[in-house]
């Protein structure tokens, strides 16, 4: 009591002071009066000598008293009253005394004497309860205290002092209602009772009412504005949550005085609770500006923890640690860096301000938080070793507690486990060790390991069921898959003893939630109804949970009444609103549309009604005017529900759809379109919103959209239309494979259909089948169809399936009758005619007779321009007997002009191609590249047609793009990679011939024997010259087509006899000209000029014919050994004197040796033959033999085969050879050439 408020020892002073004043004023006249009394009364003498022997101590403690001497006072009257132990004025004097001087067990038995001889005297009661209470009797000083304030004669303020102090020990001992009782009577007696109205203030902030003491301080501000009333007020304003008055409050006592520490200290304070956490930051930082205490800036790194700023936080602890003396405030401190540390993300930074606090502290906690830094920070090897540090350091259970704990918090379960386990080892006080076994059962539990979880939860539950969750083992075996014994285990919970009836309800309520799981919805439903039995005060949610559960259960009625029940009891908000829409759909089960209405119209009108409810309350009550057939009510309801702001999408989807089909109910198709759209758009729809948009986009052609729509709608019911209804759409998009797929899916239900559209069906498939190339297939299809029913489009198609599949005579057997020339036939159709005849054209062609495919096909074009007709009317006019190549161009050029594909264009080209009109091949080619650019096989095409117009740089450009596209063409296997290899070298070689414009030829023959002549450049060029050529290819006139024109100039000259040195004397210059006419041949003319440059050359005109016939004398990739054939001829005469022909020829055959496709080895026979007319020097011979020629390829690029070579030939030749000096002489011998080329 002494420590709640304060006694008032002023007041009580001063009141014993007046009363004892009054006293001995009082004893003083009765002392004057004594003789009198004497005279009046028997045994007066003795009374009066008796008080004429105490006055003296009486009078005495009058002045004692009044010299403030209460002790000493109080000595005198205990004289006194010992010879005058009756006088109760005395004693009441002594009783004031006694109190004062805080001697309250004499003080209490002074009391007790005065009120046995008078029960009703005010003054000692009051006394008695105040010297009780500083006794420590409250009990007995309360009760004196209400006595005290009921008694005849006490005055104003000594009833208000007791009934004061009976309220304030009434708090004290926590009967907050007695003495709230009684304050606010002394504040109605008196409302400016300023102790009362305090002490009020206090009894409310006790009691958790913030309001009612912030209401008491207001009037006490008004009575006393003093500033601890102000704070009172500010603190109560904060403490019952008016933050923005508390806020202005304090503002204006700073803006009144900018100085106020305490007010921006309370605004700090009130930021903080307002959880105004900016705000709060800025008020501190701004008093820890004016007033940088050490408990200031603590406080500003709190909060700037609170606001994300930890490393400013960290920075200001850092600093206080370091001022801080060593030990426990140092390690506080630290310890704090380290939280904000922590609390920005720095893990190790934090961890080691942990270890600091640590070393200071000498305390596991420390530590332990470092450790969950550490392993925050992914340090896991470190946090382990502080965790052992912390338990080495106290290897208590406490220790293992909270290290269990931080790894259950670092999501380690296992080592909290051990932690756990170790605490529990270590011994701990039977409720701790339940709490950690129940963390082991928890983090088991979490790791899956529900048995042993169900383990250590039977182990703390055997310490005592007090602290054990009572459905913690039930559900624990639920987790374990035991559903049954979880129900079991819930029976026995609801079986046991003392079990609340909170608890038993929670328990039969989570009963139902596992009879939900297991399917058994009516039982769960009885049991929630238990539930609300039991424990009315949470009735209405299991109520809900019950007609919930019915509803699953198909206990209609039961749902209905439970609703019913649950919105008699007032339901609970925000259900309210919902348990109205579900039972106007459970009147809507039982087609009780007018009370399923008026449900759904309750369930808007609801209180409670959340405005994001709404939409799926109008949704309900379009359905219930949907089944009364009221389409414009639906759609003004489906306006309603759509106009609504922030509508869910899958709300304003439901309502769209019933919209548009309430629109399409009442034929207005584009708007039922536009209200689909938007609910499939919105929310994905339902099939019937999808059929409905299919049926509508597939009817406008917009088939991708078709497509899409008939998917979603597959996507949630396959229903037969839909079906149908994709294939038809992917048919129409060019998806014939999908279209079959999709009508084979349906195959098995078309038994449903009427016999015109199974018909239908069979004619559709037969030619999506057809489309698909599946014609065997499709014949099938359209036979089925025809046997539904016959018409000539099907056997029209039916025979085109048939021809497709090979079976030309069972396609004609039905192509044949029909007659599309004759108009009365159903053939004869425009749409069908040109048809019928371009299938009998293909059956025509089919049998070879192109003439017959080309007249129907001129009547077929004759009857519709179409590109394809054209197309192949220009091929059958290739085809015909004597080609009509001309027409056939004239054909494509109709089917070009229809359409511009790449196949027209290329078929164009081909066919200018094949009629020696090869500039517009080449331009047609290119046009088919422009437009596709993959027909890879064109670009080699290309470059022949443009080669044959002559037109060299562009055929040379296109072989180089047929060389980098030639890699992209398919393979199927070896074979098929190799052809390709050889084409691309074939590519090569003519990127090298076209980019060949010089030759340089070097050549040097050796034989045994003679010195011949001179080198003359005939038929000894292959027999025993050596020199060196070089020609150039002029560009234009160079190459042609393969005819080639070249100008030359060559010097030759023979070698010393078995020697490799020139005989300059035989040294023979010539310039010339050569020509090669024939594409095809390897034929060359060539005219030249000899001049003389050895004394033993000559100066003439020489004119040449080469020829030669070769195989295996090119490159063939890849095949190691093949024939080698040669056949070279030669004439050539001179025309001046002495003028004289020559006619040379060499045969070769043997094999070619291919290694790597660059060395080749040639072993071969030969015969040569050189005849002269005139032959005057008897140069003629015949000679055979054996050789052997090799040949090295280099000098290639990318795009270009090698374009030089290394060849030597070393043969020897036996035969005769006539000289000059006419003698027959032996020639035979050994010839080796070398011949390089460049």
């Known amino acids: 009591m002494t420590k709640n408020r304060a006694f008032p020892y002023p007041a009580v002073l001063v009141l014993f002071a007046l009363l004892a004043v009054a006293f001995a004023s009082d004893c003083l006249a009765q002392s004057r009066t004594g003789p009198e009394q004497e005279q009046r009364e028997p045994g007066l003498l003795r009374r009066e000598y008796l008080h004429f022997k105490a006055y003296p101590h009486l009078d005495m403690a009058g002045r004692m008293v009044e010299q403030g001497r209460r002790a000493e006072a109080v000595k005198e009257l205990d004289t006194y009253l010992d010879l005058v132990p009756d006088d109760q004025d005395a004693r009441l004097m002594r009783l004031r005394l006694l109190n ?39 009990d007995a000083a309360r009760r004196e205290y209400e006595r005290a304030a009921s008694t005849p004669g006490l005055d104003r303020d000594g009833r208000r002092l007791a009934l004061f102090s009976a309220a304030e020990l009434g708090r004290t001992q926590g009967l907050v209602e007695e003495s709230e009782r009684r304050l606010l009577a002394l504040v109605e007696q008196d409302p400016a009772d300023k102790e009362a109205l305090r002490s009020l203030i206090e009894l409310y902030r006790a009691m958790h009412r913030p309001e009612l003491a912030l209401t008491r301080a207001q009037a006490l501000e008004r009575l006393d504005p003093s500033p601890e009333t102000r704070m009172v007020v500010d603190d109560l304003l904060k403490a019952s949550g008016q933050f923005a008055e508390a806020e202005a409050r304090l503002t204006a006592r700073l803006n009144a005085d900018p100085g106020d520490l305490s007010a921006l200290r309370a605004l700090s304070d009130l930021f903080v609770v307002a959880g105004q956490d900016v705000k709060a930051l800025d008020a501190i930082r701004r008093l820890t500006q004016v007033e940088p205490t050490p408990e200031n800036r603590e406080r500003m790194a709190v909060l700037l923890v609170k606001n994300r700023e930890g490393r400013e936080a960290a920075s200001i602890y850092a600093e206080l640690a370091e001022q801080a003396e060593p030990g426990e405030t140092r390690g506080r401190l630290l310890l704090a860096q380290g939280n904000a540390l922590a609390a920005a993300g720095l893990s190790s930074q934090a961890a080691a301000a942990y270890l600091r606090a640590a070393d200071e502290t000498g305390k596991p906690e420390p530590l332990l938080a470092a450790a969950l830094s550490q392993q925050q920070g992914g340090d896991v090897v470190a946090a382990a070793a502080t965790i052992a540090r912390a338990v080495a350091l106290s290897d208590d259970a406490s220790v293992h507690l909270q290290a269990g704990y931080i790894h259950i918090l670092a999501d380690q379960r296992g080592p909290a486990i051990d932690h756990f386990r170790s605490a529990i080892s270590l011994g701990l006080a039977p409720e701790r060790e339940q709490q950690a076994r129940l963390a082991v059962s928890e983090a088991l539990s979490a790791e899956g390991l529900h048995a042993q979880a169900l383990d250590e939860l039977r182990a703390a539950r055997a310490l005592g069921a007090n602290g054990i969750p009572p459905l913690a083992e039930a559900l624990l075996l639920e987790r374990t898959g035991d559903i049954p014994g979880a129900l079991a285990e819930l029976q026995n919970v609801l079986s046991r003893p003392g079990l609340s009836p909170a608890q038993a309800a929670l328990a039969h309520e989570h009963m139902g939630h596992l009879l939900v799981k297991q399917g058994r919805q009516a039982e769960a439903a009885k049991h929630f109804i238990l539930a609300a039995r039991i424990h009315p005060d949470d009735a209405r949610p299991r109520l809900f949970m019950a007609a919930t559960a019915a509803v699953q259960a198909g206990e209609t009625a039961m749902a209905r009444d439970l609703f019913e029940e649950y919105l008699d009891q007032g339901g609970e908000p925000g259900r309210i609103s919902s348990a109205w829409a579900s039972l106007g759909h459970l009147r809507a089960r039982e087609r009780d549309w007018a009370s399923a209405e008026a449900a759904f119209v309750e369930a808007l009108s609801a209180p409670d009604l959340d405005p994001r409810a709404r939409p799926g309350l109008l949704l309900g009550l379009m359905e219930t005017r949907i089944e009364r057939h009221d389409h414009v009510a639906v759609i003004a309801t489906g306006e309603s529900l759509l106009a609504l702001p922030d509508l869910p999408p899958e709300m304003a989807a439901q309502a769209s759809l019933r919209v548009g089909q309430a629109l399409a109910r009442l034929g207005r198709d584009e708007e039922a379109l536009q209200a689909l759209r938007r609910s499939v758009v919105l929310d994905g729809g339902d099939p019937n919103a999808w059929r409905g948009i299919a049926l509508i986009t597939y009817n406008l052609r ?33 998806r014939p494979g999908l279209a079959v797929h999709h009508y084979l899916l349906a195959g098995p239900r078309i038994e449903t259909l009427p016999r015109n559209e199974q018909r239908l069906y069979w004619a559709e498939l037969g030619f999506f089948l057809d489309t698909a190339l599946q014609f065997d297939q499709a014949a099938e299809a359209y036979g089925k169809a025809l046997a539904l029913g016959y018409d000539d489009e099907t056997a029209f198609r039916l025979g085109r399936a048939l021809r497709l599949a090979g079976r030309i005579d069972d396609a004609a057997g039905h192509i044949d009758p029909l007659d599309p020339l004759d108009p009365a036939s159903p053939a004869a159709r425009p749409d069908l005619a040109p048809l019928v005849l371009a299938e009998k054209a293909a059956l025509a062609g089919a049998k070879e007779m192109h003439e017959d495919e080309a007249r129907y096909l001129e009547e077929a074009v004759s009857r519709q321009a179409d590109p394809e007709l054209f197309h192949r009317l220009a091929r059958a006019y290739e085809k015909h007997p004597r080609p009509r190549l001309d027409e056939a161009i004239a054909a494509y050029g109709r089917a070009l002009e229809l359409s511009e594909t790449p196949r027209n264009h290329s078929d164009m080209g081909y066919a200018l191609y094949r009629a020696g009109y090869f500039r517009e091949a080449a331009q047609a080619f290119d046009s088919a590249l422009m437009l596709e650019p993959d027909y890879l096989n064109l670009w080699q095409d290309a470059a022949y047609a443009w080669y044959r117009a002559g037109e060299n740089e562009t055929a040379l450009t296109r072989f180089k793009t047929a060389i980098d596209t030639a890699p992209k063409k398919p393979v199927r296997d070896d074979a098929e990679r190799l052809e390709l290899e050889r084409d691309i070298y074939g590519l090569r070689q003519e990127v090298a011939k076209l980019e060949k414009t010089f030759t340089a030829t070097a050549f040097m023959t050796f034989h045994s024997g003679e010195s011949g002549g001179a080198g003359t450049g005939g038929s000894e060029v292959v027999r025993s010259n050596s020199g060196i050529e070089a020609a150039f290819i002029p560009p234009v006139i160079g190459l042609r087509d393969d005819r080639l024109f070249q100008v030359l100039a060559r010097v030759v000259w023979n070698l010393e006899k078995d020697s490799l040195s020139m005989d300059d004397r035989s040294m023979q210059g010539a310039i010339g000209l050569r020509y090669k006419p024939l594409r095809e041949y390897n034929v060359h003319l060539g005219v030249e000029r000899l001049f003389k440059i050895g004394r033993r050359a000559e100066d003439n005109w020489l004119l040449r014919v080469l020829g030669s016939v070769a195989d295996g004398t090119d490159v063939r990739l890849k095949e190691p050994l093949y024939n080698y054939t040669l056949l070279y001829v030669e004439g050539a005469h001179y025309t001046d004197k002495p003028s004289r022909s020559m006619f040379y020829g060499e045969a070769r055959q043997g094999l070619t040796l291919n290694h790597d496709d660059r060395f080749f080895f040639r072993p071969h026979v030969f015969a040569a033959a050189r005849v002269w007319s005139p032959d005057r020097d008897k140069s003629s011979l015949y000679e055979a033999g054996p050789g052997l020629t090799f040949s090295w390829l280099f000098n290639e690029t990318a795009y270009s085969a090698p374009r030089s070579s290394v060849e030597v030939t070393a043969q020897y030749r036996i035969g005769q050879l006539y000289n000059r000096l006419g003698s027959a002489k032996k020639s035979d011998g050994v010839f080796v050439t070398t011949v390089l080329t460049y």
């Open 100 to 138: 004062a001087l805080d001697r309250h067990e004499a003080a209490t038995e002074d009391a007790r004497r005065l009120l046995g001889a008078n029960p009703d005297h005010a003054e000692a009661r009051l006394l008695l309860a105040m010297s009780l209470e500083r006794l420590g009797d409250l």
């Open 702 to 734: 917009r088939f991708d959209e078709a497509v899409l729509a008939y998917s979603r709608a597959l996507e949630q019911e396959d229903s037969l239309d839909a079906r149908l209804g994709l294939g038809r759409s992917q048919a129409e998009l060019g």
